[in-house]
């Protein structure tokens, strides 16, 4: 299923259904684009196509060359009056958008007690999210690099497939909520460009014409492209989405491109095949996979797209924008630039376009910043909910609980008999060990509480029995590390000096254990860090991991904090 020539026959079968669909009476209400994007879901999710999860090259292709394409094609029949007109209520309907991502993360946050089931990781969670839905994917990536989310390759993957499929049912939706609205209203939309028109141009559409359009498109891209490289170098980059906008702004206000036909066709089309492969993101198996975390964290989105249009729709009707105008800067909140091109030609208001795709830059440009004051806030301010508890905390335990499993790790842990000899084999060491005396203040050694609860994250992983066997293995190795530190200990231990570690100045004892751990103590035989080694592929990482070279050892945590220990002769 993943071979370019079958999926091409297959995109390019959707393409021509869609519009087909898209020219019958019921269709007219979502429009071809809006159906590709549908059909893409069903294929997908019935097996006919790989989701993005397997995704083949061709979809990549499609996603970074494709829908760039069609947007210059579909740019070229565009007139800067149309932003004339349209741009500043596209940019109120952008900003208020904007307020209704943040006001929604924030509500999200504390509805679903998100620092219970998330913990550390619970901000910049929302974070991404806020990022994600104020400019694009791009914003969550860059969030979830900053505070270390990617570093849990099962949490960073769950927060995606959730955001790919709530996302991408809400951007299909839009379209018929714009409609819906006029009819609530009692309102239509403004005749002067209700009418797209039709994809086939009454412009003569030959080879000739066809090849130069499509050599300009192909051109302009990839000058747009390093141009955007250029400016990066010099320190500011800008965005190649904004940069082809103009050169396609620039070349429809030249007589000899604005008579060659097929642009429209050849746009629309492109941006269907686009848009079946969007629809492919709505991986509705890898939804049903996450488990009962999952299940919250699709919560947690729909929460915030709910209040998002709540605001974007109420507000913007309040100040008077079209529900075309609102529907088209969601869609830029939700999906990015490119998500603008089925909502504008769903609704028949190709004159949105052009501003829709601008303010789609502008969030793409400033929805990373969204996304750090988002964390910031979440961080510093409490909820004022807290006390409801929409969503029970789950209870304080230290190892499974497989009378009341909590967790969906619980569940496989208690059916998994490798699993629950590790689970009690861990429980064993808890109860001879005493961390509270053996562990020093200021320690790098992780509470047994939240090793559990990020130890439950290992639900997200398509390796959810893998990822929890190392999750234990680590727990035991530290345990035991925390259990054997003696006076007898310290004496097979090397002496170091510390650079920059958590407890200050003073000089610690490493004992190794052939290139597996390195456990710091202090003379009183009490625990610093218990550092392993990371297992490579593995959606499991320790606490704390260690690099050794030569009579150097260099600590590294789990949020990125580094400092290195230098080993001295013995006293």
């Known amino acids: 299923m993943t071979d370019s020539i079958y999926l091409l026959a297959v995109l390019c079968a959707v393409a021509a259904v869609a519009e087909w669909l898209g020219g019958l009476r019921a269709g007219r209400w979502l429009g071809g684009a809006i159906i590709s994007l549908l059909l893409g879901i069903l294929l997908a999710n019935g097996g006919l196509i790989p989701t993005v999860a397997n995704a083949p ?6 996603v970074t060359v494709g829908a760039p394409v069609a947007i210059f094609l579909l740019l070229l029949d565009v007139r800067l009056q149309a932003l004339k007109r349209a741009g500043l209520p596209m940019l109120v309907a952008f900003g208020i958008g904007s307020v209704g991502t943040l006001v929604g993360v924030a509500t999200a946050f504390w509805l679903t007690n998100a620092n219970e089931w998330l913990g550390r990781f619970a901000a910049p969670v929302g974070g991404m999210y806020a990022a994600t839905y104020t400019g694009g994917s791009a914003n969550l990536t860059a969030v979830a690099l900053h505070y270390g989310v990617t570093d849990e390759p099962a949490l960073f993957a769950a927060t995606n497939v959730a955001d790919s499929v709530v996302g991408t049912l809400w951007i299909a939706a839009l379209v018929v909520l714009a409609q819906l609205l006029h009819r609530l209203l ?9 009418d797209a028109g039709p994809i086939e141009d009454a412009r003569p559409v030959n080879l000739v014409g066809v090849g130069l359009l499509l050599a300009l498109a192909l051109g302009s891209l990839w000058l747009s492209q390093r141009i955007s490289a250029w400016t990066a170098e010099s320190g500011a980059q800008i965005p190649t989405m904004l940069i082809l906008t103009t050169v ?21 089309f492109g941006s269907y095949l686009f848009l079946a492969v969007i629809g492919a993101s709505c991986d509705l198996e890898a939804l049903a996979g996450l488990g009962r975390v999952g ?30 105008t609102l529907a088209i800067a969601s869609s830029a909140n939700v999906g990015g630039a490119l998500t603008i091109m089925p ?11 052009l501003p829709g ?14 996304g750090f004051l988002m964390v910031g806030w979440l961080q510093s301010v409490p909820s004022p909910i807290s006390a409801a508890h929409a969503i029970p905390p789950p209870p304080v335990q230290s190892v499974a609980d497989c009378e009341r499993p909590t967790y969906a790790s619980d569940q496989l842990v ?6 629950l000899a590790l689970d009690r084999e861990l429980g064993n060491l808890l109860a001879t060990v005493d961390l509270t005396t053996r562990v020093a203040p200021m320690s790098l050694v992780e509470p047994q509480e939240a090793w559990l609860r990020r130890r439950s994250l290992c639900a997200f992983s398509e390796r959810h029995a893998a990822c929890l066997k190392a999750a234990y293995s680590e727990r035991i190795a530290v345990i035991a ?30 004992q190794r254990t052939s290139g597996q751990s390195a456990t710091a103590m202090d003379r009183q035989a009490r625990v610093r860090a218990v550092a392993l080694a990371s297992a490579r592929g593995s959606d499991w990482s320790p606490f704390v991991r260690f690099a050794e070279d030569g009579a150097a050892i260099r600590f590294t945590t789990l949020d990125g904090t580094a400092f290195e220990c230098q080993i001295r002769p013995a006293d």
Not at 186 to 194: H, Y
Not at 248 to 268: D, E
Not at 343 to 353: E, F, N, S, V, Y
């Open 57 to 62: 090259p061709l979809y990549e292709y499609l």
């Open 186 to 194: 009692g309102t239509r939309p403004e005749p002067a460009v209700a």
């Open 248 to 268: 396609a702004l620039l070349a429809a206000h030249i007589p000899a491109v604005h008579r060659l036909g097929g642009a429209r066709m050849l746009g629309v």
């Open 295 to 324: 299940g919250l964290l699709v919560s947690f989105v729909v929460i915030v797209l709910l209040i998002h249009g709540f605001i974007q729709f109420g507000l913007g009707r309040l100040l008077h924008l079209s529900p075309e």
């Open 343 to 353: 909502i504008a030609t769903g609704l028949r208001r190709m004159d949105l376009l």
């Open 357 to 370: 795709i601008l303010v789609g830059s502008l969030g793409n440009a400033v929805g990373t910043y969204a």
């Open 414 to 419: 208690c059916a998994d008999a490798e699993l």
């Open 481 to 510: 590390a925390v259990g054997s530190a003696s006076t007898e200990a310290t004496q097979r231990s090397e002496p170091a000096t510390c650079n920059d570690a958590p407890w200050g100045s003073i000089d610690v004892l490493i």
